[in-house]
């Protein structure tokens, strides 16, 4: 399966600044998705992630409030911009491995965020 | 918008004993994956379905995908401790997406 990591593994980011987190993958992918999970709670899609175009945001996500790049087919980043305490969360990205026989998600570490 | 109901919520399980645990929608997937989550960690793909009524085993889990493709579960027999943590299942939709369950929380008493 692809290597995922994800920079900052943790971070506790004071209220209206904005954090920057990037999702590298060890083998070029065509699908890379970003999910928020909340503190005790599920996996939520953000978006996905789409090379060399806009990112396709699901209901109750914005482009202003969580940026996202694709450079390329093994890295995306996703920006939490003017943070308040609701935006602490595990903030994972996940990418498409299809090599093998079918299409499989797999998920990066997740980025742990506090905001003050 | 698709909605996933897993159950039960957590389980407090004697070491050797098996779990059950499933989900269901009112939406149809093509697609149904299990996932465990260890604290501080991403999920991990434990299994992964694709074809209605298909039975998948890996070690001690076994898991099937429900004949009208609205529904899933995963069994673990003779738990361990390390199988502590927290199970997801997850189905796929449009543009490869995926809705999770709310998760079960499953506790391994040795």
């Keep these: 399966s ?8 943790r971070d506790i980011c004071q209220r209206g600044t904005s954090l920057t987190i990037q999702c590298q993958v060890d083998s070029q992918v ?26 396709t945001y699901e209901s109750g996500f914005v482009i202003d409030k969580f940026p996202i790049s694709r450079p390329n087919l093994t890295f995306s980043t996703l920006t939490v911009s003017n943070m308040s305490p609701e935006d602490s969360s595990i903030y994972l990205c996940s990418v498409e491995d299809n090599r093998g026989a079918y299409n499989e998600q797999f998920f990066g570490p997740g980025t742990r965020l506090t905001v003050l | ?21 499933n989900c269901t929608s009112s939406s149809i997937f093509n697609t149904w994956l299990w996932y465990k989550q260890d604290p501080g960690e991403g999920p991990v793909l434990l299994i992964a379905l694709y074809k209605a009524g298909e039975l998948t085993s890996n070690g001690r889990l076994t898991a099937q995908f429900g004949i009208t493709r609205k529904d899933s579960f995963l069994n673990i027999s ?29 506790r391994v008493k040795s």
Excluded: H
């Design chain 1, 2 to 9: 692809a290597v995922i990591s994800q920079k900052p593994s």
């Design chain 1, 30 to 55: 065509t699908m890379m998705f970003w999910y928020r999970q909340q503190p005790g709670q599920s996996l939520t899609l953000i978006a996905t992630a789409n090379q060399g175009s806009e990112a």
């Design chain 2, 1 to 21: 918008g698709q909605q996933l109901n897993q159950s039960p919520q957590s389980m407090f399980i004697q070491e050797g004993e098996d779990v059950s645990m």
């Design chain 2, 78 to 106: 003779a738990s361990i401790p390390s199988d502590v943590g927290i199970y997801f299942c997850a189905g796929q939709y449009r543009g490869n997406k995926l809705v999770f369950g709310a998760g079960t929380i499953l």
